[in-house]
C-alpha cells in the first residue's frame, strides 16, 4: 500500500506579505496626506491675496472717489506729505473728511460723525503717505500710497502676505 502524505495549506498571509501591504499603505496615505496639504495650503494663499488685494482696492476706491467729489485738499498742503488728508466736501455735514490710520486701521471721519474703518481685522495697515502733487492755480492732485499686511490667525495654514498699493486722484472742477 502507497500512503499518500497530504501537506496542509495554511489559509492567509505571510509576515513578509502582511509588512509589504503595510509599506504599501503607508506611502500611499502620506502621498494623500502630503498632496492634501499641499492643495489646502495653496488654496489658503490665493484666500490670504484675494483677500488683501479686494481690500486695497476698495480703500483706494474709496479715498480717490472722495478726492475727486471734494472742494479743496486742507491738508497736506501744496508741495507736502502727511499720513493724513483732509478734505472739504460739498456737503456740509460730510466736511472735513479725514483719512488717518490709527493703529493699524485706515479710518475716515466725514464732519462730526464717529471714525469708521475701511480695512478688516485681518488686514493691517501701514506706511500710508498722502502728498499733494497740486500747484498754485491748479485743481488738487494727491498721490496716496499705503501698504496693506495680512494678519495670520492661528491655523497653521494661514499665510503671510503684504502689497503695497499707489493711486491718485485730482479733484474735478467745480
Not at 34 to 57: H, L, M, P, Y
Not at 79 to 101: C, H, K, Q, W
Not at 139 to 166: E, H, K, M, N, P
Request: glycine share 6%; proline share 2%; no cysteine.
Amino acid at each position: 500500500m502507497t500512503q499518500h502524505t497530504t501537506v496542509q495549506r495554511r489559509k492567509g498571509f505571510s509576515l513578509v506579505e502582511v509588512l509589504l501591504y503595510l509599506a504599501l499603505t503607508v506611502l500611499i496615505m502620506g502621498t494623500i496626506t502630503a498632496v492634501f496639504t499641499q492643495v489646502v495650503e495653496t488654496r489658503q494663499r490665493s484666500r490670504t491675496i484675494a483677500e488683501v488685494d479686494q481690500q486695497g482696492a476698495q480703500i483706494m476706491l474709496e479715498i480717490t472717489q472722495a478726492i475727486r467729489d471734494a472742494e479743496r485738499v486742507n491738508s497736506p498742503t501744496i508741495g507736502t506729505s502727511s499720513s493724513s488728508l483732509s478734505l472739504d466736501l460739498p456737503l456740509s455735514y460730510l466736511s472735513p473728511t479725514v483719512y488717518t490710520l490709527n493703529g493699524s486701521t485706515l479710518q475716515v471721519t466725514e464732519g462730526d460723525a464717529a471714525p469708521v474703518a475701511l480695512s478688516s481685522n485681518r488686514i493691517a495697515v501701514s506706511n500710508v503717505t498722502f502728498s499733494n502733487l497740486s500747484r498754485s492755480g491748479t485743481q488738487g492732485t494727491v498721490r496716496i500710497q499705503f501698504t496693506l499686511d495680512y494678519v495670520a490667525g492661528d491655523s497653521s495654514f494661514d499665510q503671510d502676505y503684504s502689497q503695497t498699493y499707489y493711486g491718485s486722484a485730482t479733484l474735478r472742477e467745480n
